[in-house]
């Protein structure tokens, strides 16, 4: 009697192992597809040669596995590099890396995913594209690597593996940044229309995605950005008002595009990840995650370590684990793990309508 319970049960157990097995297998996504800024640039912008938005010098990378500077805007890995491991995949890599083998003949294949984010990109063109990629050319890129693709293992084959991969946006905060530095820009519009029309203009390319193939979509808000270092500086080191209703007008702009966009193409899932909310609360409660310091930058130098960026000549703080901030404008590893983590696994005040664990069951 004992016996047979037992093994009714055993049996039950290597029952739902095997599901079990069977179901996190199907939770994979074949590939990560990036678009953004420095918060997710895992190398492009070192081959723009033009460029002075390069993440080259120390003590950029201290952290990472090779402890140099490697492009990344961070002391060790970034967000695309976190949502990679979640994945237990490599890093999608740089565009611009692969686009230089192919032209020495080497091999390449897109179908383990490629990045195009690039630090200084905005949704907006800008002036300088010799700086940075817009987010209109990284998607003219994808474009351009869809092509090659469809070649690769033709359209079906290519469909089916598009729709299951994961396509990660992270960008805005540079147009942002942009609106505030430019009183031409705040002279032409009202924050809510610039707001507005950054929306309007991402759910352009964001189609052009989706035309492309994109089914599956991991899109970030942007974050109290009148909190980060440089914007401190100008209001005594406390968060700077108007940038950071900027950021709440244009979250909430992406929010009602997103549900719209979604009812013009009901095949669309995504996870949108309230950057926002994220940040305030490790800045607002900063030793329920181990941080000591939110105000000041690891490395730069002056107030804040915010007057001077990150160069070889700057400060550098001895334990990166407890400063929400890298340099005065990026988030440290650690912050980015947390990220990471709630974009993973949070609730839907973090992560909604759904999560990204749940968008790769979809
Ligand atoms: C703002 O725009 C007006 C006309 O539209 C112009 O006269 C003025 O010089 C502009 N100011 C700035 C700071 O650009
Ligand atoms: C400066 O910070 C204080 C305190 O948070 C805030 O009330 C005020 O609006 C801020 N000023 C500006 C110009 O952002």
């Known amino acids: 009697m004992g016996n047979s319970v037992m093994l009714g049960s055993t049996i039950l157990f290597i029952f739902f192992y095997i599901f079990n097995l069977e179901s996190l297998e199907a939770q994979v996504a074949p590939a990560i597809y990036v678009f953004g800024d420095s918060l997710v640039d895992v190398g492009n912008n070192n081959y723009l040669l033009l460029s002075i938005e390069k993440a080259i010098l120390p003590h950029y990378g201290i952290d990472f596995p090779t402890k140099k500077p490697n492009g990344r805007f961070s002391n060790g890995k970034n967000a695309a590099d976190l949502i990679a491991e979640k994945l237990g995949v490599p890093t999608s890599p740089p565009y611009l890396s692969l686009i230089s083998k192919v032209k020495n003949n080497r091999n390449v294949s897109f179908l383990d995913g490629v990045s195009f984010a690039s630090g200084g990109a905005g ?33 079906p084959t290519l469909q089916k593996h598009l729709s299951k991969s994961i396509f990660a946006v992270v960008i805005g905060s540079n147009d942002l940044f942009g609106y505030f530095n430019s009183k031409d820009l705040q002279n032409k519009s009202t924050p809510q229309q610039y707001a507005d029309s950054m929306a309007t203009s991402l759910k ?51 929010k009602s595009m997103l549900k719209g966009w979604q009812l013009e193409n009901n095949d669309i899932s995504y996870t949108y990840f309230d950057t926002y909310v994220a940040l305030q ?30 160069l070889p000549i700057s400060n550098i703080c001895s334990n990166r684990q407890d400063h929400v901030f890298w340099d005065p404008f990026h988030p440290t590893e650690a912050a980015a793990r947390i990220f990471v983590d709630r974009i993973f696994n949070g609730s839907p005040k973090y992560s909604s309508p759904i999560n990204m664990r749940q968008l790769l069951a979809v």
């Open 123 to 155: 949704i907006f063109d800008g002036k300088n594209d010799l700086q940075s990629i817009p987010f209109t050319k990284q998607v003219d890129y994808y474009s351009q690597v869809h092509e090659q693709m469809t070649q690769q293992v033709g359209a």
């Open 204 to 254: 352009v390319q964001l189609q052009r995605v989706y035309n492309y193939g994109a089914r599956k979509f991991v899109i970030a808000g942007i974050g109290s950005i009148g909190c980060c270092p440089t914007f401190r500086l100008k209001n005594k080191t406390e968060c700077a008002l108007e940038a950071n209703l900027m950021s709440i007008r244009y979250n909430d702009g992406l």
């Open 281 to 310: 609360d490790m800045i607002q409660y900063p030793t329920s995650y181990g941080f000591v310091e939110v105000k000041a930058a690891c490395c730069g130098l002056g107030k804040l370590n915010a007057e001077v960026p990150c």
